[in-house]
């Protein structure tokens, strides 16, 4: 059973940065057509923050246009998410996703981001 786990998450000031890594484990044989990281903040709905498709089309929500930047290692399955100049209105827990025909079929536990003065 494929498995993913965020990691890099943790209580930052406004205007730093934070790394978010996603490693999908047993998934040697699994080709992962669009990977994502979602959040969802106290109180809101879930929402895309960024995806990456296998041949690197990138998509970002308006909030997140120029200061996250989505990558992605396809031999390891992994994606990571920087994300600069952080705001107390990126607090929230991200998860990563992955799919391999239109959704997502795999989701991570999660890991908090907090952003604070």
């Known amino acids: 059973q494929v498995q993913l786990a965020e990691s890099g998450g943790g209580l930052v000031q406004p205007g730093e940065s934070l790394r978010l890594s996603c490693v999908a484990s047993?998934?040697?044989?699994?080709?992962?057509?669009?990977m994502a990281w979602y959040r969802q903040a106290p109180g809101k709905q879930r929402e895309l923050v960024a995806r990456i498709t296998v041949g690197g089309n990138t998509d970002y929500t308006y909030s997140a246009r120029g200061r996250f930047t989505i990558s992605r290692n396809h031999a390891m399955n992994t994606v990571y998410l920087q994300m600069d100049n952080l705001t107390p209105e990126d607090t929230a827990v991200y998860y990563c996703?992955?799919?391999?025909?239109?959704?997502?079929?795999?989701w991570g536990q999660g890991t908090q981001v907090t952003v604070s003065p």
């Open positions: 996703a992955a799919g391999t025909s239109g959704g997502y079929n795999f």
């Open positions: 047993k998934s040697n044989r699994i080709a992962f057509t669009v």
